[in-house]
């Protein structure tokens, strides 16, 4: 069964990093683009950053300068390194990559199961 693990998650103080991971399980032919998204308690969910998979990488506003979106193709795992965290970065964070899997050779789109980030101040 195809799907993605999220991992790296927990608890840091104000000004603290923390690393997410993300990795695809299973028989997969392709790890495509990958995207971080990030879902607060009362608020909709919002992009954090999204690499291309051909090395292009964007961010959100409220985080440029301070989280990099790294791809490691080979082992197709993705990472979130998060620096100078601050309390409104507190939510439950999603990766979504697009895989290509074995079985089928047809690419779509899969999301991680979340992991909580909490920022205290």
């Known amino acids: 069964q195809v799907r993605l693990v999220e991992s790296g998650g927990g608890l840091v103080q104000a000004g603290g990093s923390l690393q997410l991971s993300c990795a695809a399980s299973g028989s997969v032919l392709r790890l495509g683009a990958m995207g971080w998204y990030r879902q607060a308690p009362g608020k909709q969910r919002e992009l954090v950053a999204h690499s291309t998979g051909t090395g292009k990488a964007n961010y959100g506003d409220s985080v440029k300068g301070r989280f990099t979106i790294s791809v490691d193709s080979v082992e197709k795992t993705g990472f979130l390194l998060m620096s100078g965290l601050k309390p409104d970065d507190t939510a439950v964070y999603y990766c979504?990559?697009?895989?290509?899997?074995?079985?089928?050779?047809?690419?779509?789109?899969?999301w991680g199961q979340g992991t909580q980030v909490t920022v205290s101040s």
């Open positions: 979504h990559a697009i895989l290509t899997p074995l079985a089928t050779e047809i690419p779509r789109d899969y």
